[in-house]
């Protein structure tokens, strides 16, 4: 079996390597089954904290197959990369965000006034 890499993106024409990917033999014969070029595809994946040490999976659909991210053409940027992660260390909880939600919901419409005026005016053609 073959090892994965995966990689980001972090200029034109530079993706570094970031870390491995687990597959496991069954997702391996998935995977060829598939009958499609794998290498340079852009996947979702997702950090599997289940075991220790943590490792890189690929996420599936429904129907078990990798999720291909055949719309983009470049990896996820360093920069995005390491937001994410450090917003998943930060583990962010549901009620830490219901809580901060007026917050966050005043300081957008500080940022889109515009878009605030028209959801003013839209309600008021609407209101008989």
Request: charge should be neutral; include cysteine.
């Amino acid at each position: 079996m073959p090892s994965f890499e995966l990689l980001v993106h972090y200029e034109r024409n530079d993706d570094r390597f970031f870390a491995h990917l687990y597959v496991t033999e069954d997702e391996w014969e998935l995977l060829k089954s598939l009958n499609r070029q794998l290498d340079g595809r852009i996947i979702e994946c997702y950090k599997d904290s289940t075991v220790t040490p943590s490792r890189w999976r690929f996420k599936k659909d429904k129907d078990g197959t990798p999720r291909f991210r055949d719309d983009k053409t470049d990896a996820n940027h360093i920069s995005t990369v390491n937001s994410v992660l450090q917003s998943i260390e930060d583990s962010v909880s549901e009620r830490d965000l219901i809580g901060a939600a007026s917050v966050i919901a005043k300081a957008w419409k500080k940022r889109h006034p515009e878009e605030e005026q028209a959801k003013k005016r839209m309600a008021q053609r609407t209101t008989p």
